[in-house]
């Protein structure tokens, strides 16, 4: 996964904002993991499931971390300020993103995880 995380990347230099579409264990956190090492981040990486967004560091600024999977309305995410995360220009990695597709303005590459036979399967584009 190293390998595709860093051709991602280097891809789309310019995209900030990433939304993770997948089932539940296609490999969303997994991969997320592996572009924040590609970044330099050198923080314990968890999976945000129950505090909706996790804070790390990397050399050049901030990655936030969004699992929205428990999201049940808007004003939970309008309450932890995530146009405020959005706007900021840092990483915004985002699972489960179909739950704010109406606050997303900007930019933003969509990757797709799938999983057939036991092998992963990765599209991106920028929408």
Same mark, same amino acid.
């Given at each position: 996964? +190293?390998?595709? $995380?860093?051709?991602?990347?280097? /891809?789309? #230099?310019?995209?900030?904002?990433?939304?993770?579409?997948?089932?539940?264990?296609?490999?969303?956190? /997994?991969?997320?993991?592996?572009?924040?090492? @590609?970044?330099?981040?050198?923080?314990?990486?968890?999976? +945000?499931?129950?505090?909706?967004?996790?804070?790390? /560091?990397? +050399?050049?600024?901030?990655?936030?971390?969004?699992?929205?999977?428990?999201?049940?309305?808007?004003?939970?995410?309008?309450?932890?300020?995530?146009?405020?995360?959005?706007?900021?220009?840092?990483?915004?990695?985002?699972?489960? #993103?179909?739950?704010?597709?109406?606050?997303?303005?900007? +930019? $933003?590459?969509?990757?797709?995880?799938?999983? @057939?036979?036991?092998?992963?399967?990765?599209?991106?584009?920028?929408?």
């Amino acid at each position: 996964m +190293p390998i595709t $995380a860093a051709k991602l990347l280097h /891809t789309f #230099p310019h995209d900030r904002i990433f939304l993770f579409d997948g089932e539940m264990g296609s490999g969303k956190t /997994t991969f997320i993991k592996a572009l924040c090492h @590609t970044l330099g981040c050198n923080d314990n990486l968890s999976s +945000p499931t129950f505090s909706l967004v996790n804070e790390y /560091t990397h +050399p050049k600024g901030k990655i936030y971390h969004f699992d929205l999977y428990r999201i049940k309305d808007m004003k939970e995410l309008l309450d932890i300020g995530i146009d405020e995360y959005l706007d900021s220009g840092q990483y915004c990695f985002i699972e489960w #993103p179909e739950k704010i597709m109406t606050l997303i303005s900007a +930019p $933003a590459l969509q990757i797709r995880l799938t999983v @057939t036979d036991n092998i992963h399967y990765l599209r991106a584009e920028e929408i």
